[in-house]
């Protein structure tokens, strides 16, 4: 990039479950852009055959990344991006890799020796249960489930009862993959305590955000509907010695797992201030319910500040 400010690509919806989500955090990007004096084009990805035409028809100089789930959030599009030597902003391609699959992500940190909830994991594919792992001894109900590789929420349920259990693997897999695509689903123990975020920005932590739902746990609907979900900043329900602790994970789990720019680290915080990781966004929604926009507000940073910041970050790996 030369030194007159650089003509920004926002990269956004594509073909995932989480197009919608993406469309939305891609277009609050382009007017932040827009407002900060920016050439900036948002750039469907959906047609991925046309993109590196466009990218070079467009003469983009730098891609903001605001795409969610798989295709773009898994390492494809940055690979690609690095192929064009186009400086990109999020985590690089293995990094994105790693923290897109939900198991790959727990493996490395329980390697590492940091607290995550047990897991197992099934395959599903039209409609049908193909494969199971074995199910670990401290697995236990209830459970969590969970598509492997995708985020905002979609395909999740808690469940109580495993006489059904089977019924909701299916129907996490369909809410996913559509198309009955093999899809891997997760079975993850749940931690009673208090859910917790910690939004990081070109490695300095932002404030952390206490979720409390008005009703059940943190599901798609609760995370997207205005006004069903209570954010508290700072935290009221964790003490600070568990704050604390959920910022000195989350930032190691960061670096364990090699990410930079924007990205987030969910977890649970649990009764004896013990926080365990659930999982690692590496491009945070930027919609307006969404958490790295209001941890960044908490801050003292705007959206356009957010957004500076965002592209301040990008560089190929």
């Known amino acids: ?90 985590s690089g391609v293995a990094s994105s890799a790693i923290c897109m699959d939900k198991v790959a992500t727990k493996q490395i940190l329980r390697a ?3 607290p995550t909830p047990p897991w197992s994991e099934v395959t599903v594919e039209n409609s049908k249960i193909i494969s199971r792992h074995p199910t670990p001894d401290d697995l236990c109900q209830p459970y969590f489930i969970k598509p492997l590789n995708t985020g905002s929420s979609v395909g999740v349920s808690r469940l109580e009862n495993v006489e059904n259990i089977d019924e909701f ?32 920005l070109n490695k300095n932590s932002l404030p952390l955000i206490e979720i409390l739902p008005k009703k059940g746990f943190y599901s ?11 954010y508290l900043i700072p935290p009221s329900k964790v003490g600070e010695d568990g704050q604390e602790q959920a910022r000195k994970l989350g930032i190691k789990a960061g670096d364990i797992l090699g990410c930079r720019g924007l990205y987030r680290v969910d977890m649970i915080v649990d009764a ?12 945070p929604g930027l919609t307006r319910t969404s958490l790295a926009p209001k941890s960044a507000a908490a801050a003292g940073l705007n959206f356009e500040d957010l957004a500076k910041e965002i592209l301040a970050g990008a560089r190929l790996e």
């Open 1 to 90: 990039m030369s030194n007159s400010k650089p003509h920004i690509g926002v990269l956004l919806g594509g073909n995932s479950s989480e197009r919608d989500v993406s469309i939305n955090s891609g277009n609050a990007l382009v007017n932040a852009y827009q407002q900060l004096g920016y050439q900036v084009t948002a750039i469907d990805t959906a047609d991925g055959r046309s993109l590196p035409a466009t990218l070079i028809d467009k003469n983009i100089d730098v891609a903001v990344i605001a795409l969610h789930g798989p295709g773009g959030e898994d390492g494809t599009m940055q690979g690609l991006l690095e192929t064009m030597k186009i400086p990109y902003t999020g």
């Open 112 to 114: 590492s020796g940091l």
């Open 169 to 200: 693997l299916i129907k996490s897999a369909n809410d996913a993959a559509p198309d009955g695509a093999a899809t891997r689903i997760l079975i993850e123990n749940e931690v009673k305590g208090t859910e917790v975020t910690l939004t990081i």
């Open 220 to 230: 798609y609907d609760n995370k997207y509907t205005p006004g069903m979900t209570q």
């Open 272 to 283: 004896d201030a013990q926080p365990w990781i659930l999982e690692v966004n590496t491009i």
